[in-house]
């Protein structure tokens, strides 16, 4: 009789967990992608490049079996002058329900 009380709640935890760490995998794998892009921006000659190279990176480092995310904007602050700085920020709306066990309604924002 415990056990069928018991089974509901251990189900809805180790949901809860899956849920979790999947959000944590999608939010480590944006935070990579932008480094990825601000390190190969880095090596560019001109901003335009740095932009262009650092799309690239973040769309192919999210396609790579990362989170779903639906529409990446990336943002380049790009001095590619010796001794410049460059810094790449990305924004990634991901579904819930492609992190969740179950589908759940609406997307979280995730952002490097």
Known sequence: MELVLLAPLVVLVVGFVLFAG?????????RHAAA??????????TPAAATAIA?????ANLADGGPTC????????ADVAPGGRV???VVCPVP????APIGLPGTK????
Do not use: E
């Open 55 to 59: 799309q690239h990176h973040v769309k």
């Open 109 to 112: 924002t995730l952002q490097a």
């Open 36 to 45: 990825t892009a601000a390190r190969a921006a880095s090596l560019t000659d």
């Open 22 to 30: 999947r959000l944590g995998h999608a939010a480590a794998d944006v």
């Open 96 to 99: 819930l329900g492609d992190l």
């Open 70 to 77: 639906t529409a990446p904007a990336v943002t380049v602050d």
């Open 87 to 89: 810094a790449v920020s």
